[in-house]
């Protein structure tokens, strides 16, 4: 009853936004309807364990505020459709393809998804998230600033060039700079991914730190290590499986090379950042 209730209050919220109301009471009849036959009540366990399935799956789909699942409906003849709303600045896409929605309104979108089950194998999932991109070139030189390093900063065709210079100090362990402002202000506590799209053009394969240093800690936490290969690179850092309740927003990330403990230096590196990629809950 009261997963049931809390699906109800997503459909309402959509309901005030749409002018064709999403039919909560048809989704609770799709989920009920093998369980009577009139008054008589089916007393077999897997008339109530597959609705029940259903049901749950339908809690972990709408529990984004935003997204709301309208009807889940099979014609009887092995074709499935699913409508479902979303907030009107997300995106919709089935494997690769970009989905144009049915109607956008009142700040929500409605997709109409129909899937035929007599394929050989029919597997659907639904996820819901919303994607931040930065392209680079959108960044200035207020987002990057000092760390053991001053970057050299060249706005290019493809992003933000990066010149970082050599270290020759032994007592300095790495070639760092940091990226603050817009470059990291996607990041918030909804964050699942954060993705940066670097290209390198040595043939060195050094190894890239990423630091990250939150708003509700004091000290700088470990990201991501990574050899950069020649040429593109896509580094994932997975915040997913921290807390960011109480790490809070991303205020600075910091790039490191650090010096290998057989080499009295750190070459000079230069790449090119090219995007950054966002991926709430």
Request: charged share 25%; hydrophobic share 35%; proline share 2%.
């Amino acid at each position: 009853y009261e997963i049931l209730y809390a699906i109800k209050e997503n459909y309402a919220t959509a309901d005030s936004a749409l002018t064709d109301s999403p039919d909560f009471e048809g989704f609770v009849r799709s989920l009920t309807k093998d369980m009577y036959t009139g008054t008589t009540v089916s007393v077999k366990t897997e008339t109530f364990t597959e609705p029940r399935r259903a049901l749950f799956d339908a809690a972990m789909r709408n529990e984004k505020p935003g997204f709301a699942v309208m009807e889940d409906r099979d014609d009887g003849y092995g074709e499935k459709t699913y409508s479902f709303t979303v907030k009107s600045d997300w995106s919709v896409r089935e494997g690769e393809t970009t989905l144009t929605p049915t109607k956008t309104e009142g700040g929500y979108s409605v997709y109409t998804c129909k899937k035929q089950l007599t394929e050989t194998e029919n597997t659907m999932r639904f996820t819901s998230t919303k994607v931040t991109v930065t392209a680079a070139t959108e960044l200035t030189a207020a987002d990057f600033t000092n760390g053991t390093v001053t970057p050299t900063v060249t706005l290019t065709a493809d992003g933000q060039k990066i010149s970082l210079g050599a270290v020759n100090d032994v007592d300095k362990t790495e070639q760092s700079f940091a990226l603050v402002g817009k470059a990291v202000s996607g990041v918030q506590t909804d964050t699942k991914y954060m993705i940066l799209h670097i290209a390198y053009e040595g043939t060195d394969m050094p190894t890239l730190t990423l630091n990250g240093k939150f708003a509700g800690s004091r000290i700088a936490t470990t990201l991501a290590n990574c050899k950069l290969n020649s040429g593109d690179n896509t580094i994932t850092i997975d915040l997913g499986q921290r807390d960011l309740s109480e790490l809070g927003a991303l205020e600075k990330l910091t790039v490191a090379f650090y010096r290998a403990s057989n080499e009295s230096s750190i070459a000079a590196h230069e790449l090119t950042l090219k995007s950054i990629v966002v991926y709430a809950k």
